[in-house]
């Protein structure tokens, strides 16, 4: 088992995907990938794509000026909530629970080396979490359309 995580690792680092996928802790259910720009312009280039997507964005979350308000300093953080309600619905449709995880969140994030990461829930993840029988090929598209997307804008 150890063998085919690091393999599935190396795999999925070599695409320019990381995944949270770790042979010391359990899967997290998260995919991160490393942008080159930083976290407010890979946040902004993300809205721009979305919007023009036709995806609705719910909210943008400036964690860092959030910080700042009260005094606080963390490295640069923002959070796009986004989605389209049409595949909400139909995800709701295979169980309502899996409303707790929509709509669709991004994290831009910045790491004490300074590298800016996009981290995102891994649809798969919330099959396993939710047992969304009858939404597999949803949840395909869904995987697709944030690899790409992320992708696009890192």
Same mark, same amino acid.
């Given at each position: 088992m150890r063998l085919l995580t690091l393999v599935l690792s190396s795999i999925i680092s070599s695409t320019?995907? @990381?995944?949270? !996928?770790?042979p010391d802790k359990p899967d997290n259910g998260l995919i991160s990938l490393?942008?080159?720009h930083s976290v407010t312009e890979t946040a902004n280039r993300f809205e721009k794509?979305?919007?023009?997507?036709?995806?609705?964005i719910f909210s943008r979350i400036n964690h860092?000026?959030? @910080?700042?308000? !009260?005094?606080?300093?963390?490295?640069?953080?923002?959070?796009?909530?986004f989605g389209k309600p049409k595949i909400g619905s139909q995800l709701m449709q295979c169980n309502q629970m899996v409303a707790i995880d929509l709509p669709l969140k991004i994290l831009f994030t910045k790491d004490n080396k300074g590298q800016t990461w996009i981290t995102y829930n891994d649809p798969s993840y919330l099959n396993k979490r939710y047992n969304l029988k009858g939404c597999q090929q949803l949840l395909d598209k869904m995987?697709?359309?944030?690899?790409?997307?992320?992708?696009?804008?890192?």
């Open positions: 320019g995907f @990381a995944s949270s !996928i770790n490393k942008s080159s794509l979305v919007l023009a997507k036709k995806f609705t860092t000026e959030n @910080a700042k308000n !009260i005094g606080e300093v963390i490295e640069p953080t923002e959070l796009i909530i995987s697709d359309a944030l690899q790409k997307l992320t992708k696009k804008v890192s």
